[in-house]
């Protein structure tokens, strides 16, 4: 039977009325709608971030194993690989503005060629190298540069920001690695890709003969990706999106988040029906649009007060070692709030843009890996830290208390007022540019939207690994997926930042283990993408 697009809609839709709707009995009628889903969803992600986030003490310092896993095997590619974070930079540009692109030329075999992994490729890629970026960096460039950055320095201070800057240059290595396996491994059926970890773990592992070890670490991966699909990517975007709403608008109701979540998620059930081609087109024009939108009006606040930069970097560069009193646990607490919110914002190790990147039309995975490399950059060497200056230059004179926070929110001195996330970024802007709390809404609400737009693929992409290719397997999945969208509007910020954090992070174990073992096989693929890059530099010449 074929289902037509608009019949799945309409059923998708038809189920979140449904659960919206449904209200259970156990809970007092004396709270809201919104306040019931929060009291199912607490426990939850409490209990989820205490697994992820197990610590082990090196001396007096207990440090998540997760956050040295992540940053260990980034410092150690970027070493192996020559700092190619840095090296080839220009030639990923290149690679993007598509001064490289007779390189793609299918109907050339070259001695070079790795057998079944660098086949005419044609008629089988989905979407070019500046939609796929586009795609990646819309699912990594999200409220996590808004929101997280304010409750990284928040809890952790200015000093939190230099060490999210290290670690997103080091993540440049990582999302080399894993976006170029993503291509190297990639199937193609009927004209659709299917790639990512999944592939890569399973299929390059069971080359060096470790097969069993890599069906469990790809299935491992597969399910814990739909969980980020439906946590990270999903309900914390639509959260602090309805938040920044109902702050902007002043809305007020008991059920209030839950309505809007059932808007949020209308308008990204109609664009994810299309597919990846469809969420390709929509992001290549959202993401420079709200890109623009969000980094000019930030350039705008750092040059009205440029004269207060030297004492933001100051602060940054003072604090990453010699923390404020008030932040409880010193450097080491500093570190991991700049690491935690560093692999939430990029998720570099975490593999899901290697799912995005497996799309592109080419036959050198490393012309990709390259063109990879540059969302860490994009997403928190720029993005983030920029978010970081306009906090700290707003609290240049103490608004706020570094360290105070409870529930993951500050209190302001000037009206004993709590608030954090996404809310306090909006008060920053707001104080320089009166009235563009409206227009951070919009940019706001684009970084959600598209986010929850490059993860509803990701996650279905796991999902059809775990439960085969079928109309019914591809319904199922983002009705679920639509659902958290609706669930996570209401919760508050610390419930979907706990849940959201853990189910991000708890992905960088299958995948960074297989990493570390499938880093050769990426040489040879960089090797050989270089020895054409130079052959026609030599031509041009």
């Known amino acids: 039977m074929i289902l037509s697009k608009s019949y799945i809609l309409k059923k998708i839709l038809l189920v979140l009325l449904f659960f919206s709707c449904y209200k259970p009995k156990v809970f007092s009628q004396e709270i809201g709608l919104d306040e ?41 590619f970027t070493i192996y690989f020559r700092f190619i974070n840095i090296r080839k930079m220009g030639l990923s540009v290149k690679i993007v503005r598509g001064i490289y692109d007779d390189l793609e030329d299918h109907t050339v075999e070259t001695k070079m ?43 952790g ?57 890599g069906k469990i670490l790809a299935v491992s991966f597969a399910i814990l990706c739909v969980g980020a699909s439906f946590g990270g990517g999903n309900a914390f975007q639509s959260n602090q999106a309805t938040a ?73 560069l003072n604090q990453a070692f010699e923390p404020r009193a008030g932040i409880t646990g010193g450097i080491v607490a500093v570190m991991i709030q700049g690491f935690r919110r560093a692999a939430f914002s990029n998720e570099a190790g975490a593999g899901s843009a290697a799912i995005a990147h497996s799309a592109v039309i080419t036959k050198h995975p490393a012309s990709e890996g390259l063109v990879a490399l540059l969302e860490p950059f994009i997403d928190t060497v720029l993005i983030c830290t920029m978010t970081a200056l306009v906090i700290i230059i707003f609290n240049i004179n103490d608004s706020f208390i570094y360290g105070d926070v409870l529930n993951d929110e500050v209190l302001l001195l000037n009206s004993s007022e709590r608030i954090g996330g996404v809310n306090l970024t909006s008060l920053a802007f707001e104080s320089f540019l009166p009235g563009y709390s409206y227009v951070l809404m919009v940019a706001v609400v684009l970084f959600a939207v598209s986010t929850m737009l490059s993860w509803s693929y990701y996650g279905l992409q796991s999902w059809i ?77």
């Open 157 to 213: 201070g200015p000093g939190a920001t230099f060490w999210m800057i290290l670690a997103g240059l080091l993540a440049m290595s990582t999302k080399f690695v894993e976006c170029t396996l993503g291509v190297k491994y990639r199937e193609i059926h009927n004209r659709k890709v299917y790639g990512g970890p999944m592939y890569y773990l399973s299929k390059g592992l069971k080359e060096d003969g470790k097969g069993l070890l």
């Open 36 to 76: 019931k889903i929060n009291e199912l969803f607490m426990p939850i992600a409490i209990a989820w971030e205490n697994l992820i986030l197990t610590p082990i003490s090196i001396g007096n310092i207990n440090i998540p194993i997760v956050l040295i896993l992540l940053l260990g095997g980034a410092l150690f």
């Open 465 to 541: 690994y775990l439960f085969g290719k079928s109309p019914i397997s591809d319904i199922s999945f983002k009705c679920i997926f639509l659902l958290f969208t609706v669930l996570g509007s209401p919760i508050t910020m610390e419930a979907v930042i706990k849940f959201s954090d853990a189910m991000i992070l708890a992905l960088v174990f299958p995948n960074m283990i297989g990493l570390l073992l499938l880093f050769p096989k990426v040489n040879s693929e960089l090797n050989n993408y270089l020895k054409h890059v130079r052959e026609k530099n030599k031509a041009i010449e």
């Open 113 to 155: 060629d790795i057998s079944g992994t660098i086949k005419d490729e044609s008629i089988e890629g989905e979407v070019n190298h500046f939609q796929a970026l586009s795609t990646a960096v819309s699912g990594t460039v999200g409220l996590g540069n808004i929101a997280l950055v304010a409750v990284a320095i928040s809890i």
């Open 244 to 316: 920044q709403i109902i702050t902007t608008f002043g809305l007020t109701g008991q059920s209030i988040g839950t309505f809007i979540g059932l808007i949020f998620a209308f308008v990204v059930g109609i664009i994810i029906i299309g597919g990846i081609k469809r969420i390709g087109k929509v992001t290549e024009k959202v993401v420079p649009f709200m890109a623009i939108i969000y980094v000019g009006s930030a350039f705008i606040i750092l040059m009205m007060n440029w004269r207060l930069l030297d004492d933001a970097l100051l602060q940054i």
